[in-house]
């Protein structure tokens, strides 16, 4: 099993900065890729960006092209997901996930972190 724990939410203005960050436990394997999703109050979790192995991979989802940077440090099993010039409309709870590859959907990816909130106020 592979455990994954996020930390790095909070309360922030909008405009404001955060930096989550995705530390995975376990039986981890080399290899897997690494996906940040979101979800907020009475809509479907839903994608945001994903990583691969290496890191020469990344995708986004376009609302945060350019104001969000995942990234990721192997020898810490640790992945980031900085994110910038925050909108009260990025107000969710923050999962990330791994899988084999980096893909955009959730059915993509095998574990799951518990999640954390990041809340941006107007």
């Known amino acids: 099993q592979v455990q994954l724990v996020e930390s790095g939410g909070g309360l922030v203005q909008a405009g404001g900065s955060l930096r989550l960050s995705c530390a995975a436990s376990g039986r981890t394997v080399s290899g897997y890729a690494m996906g940040w999703f979101r979800q907020a109050p009475g809509k479907e979790r839903e994608f945001v960006a994903a990583?691969?192995?290496?890191?020469?991979?990344?995708y986004y989802t376009d609302s945060v092209k350019g104001r969000f940077t995942i990234s990721r440090d192997n020898a810490k099993r640790t992945g980031y997901l900085q994110m910038n010039s925050l909108k009260p409309d990025d107000t969710a709870v923050y999962y990330c996930?791994?899988?084999?590859?980096?893909?955009?959907?959730?059915?993509?990816?095998?574990?799951w972190g518990q999640g954390t909130q990041v809340t941006v106020s107007s």
């Open positions: 990583i691969s192995w290496s890191g020469g991979i990344t």
């Open positions: 996930a791994t899988g084999k590859t980096a893909v955009r959907y959730r059915a993509g990816y095998d574990y």
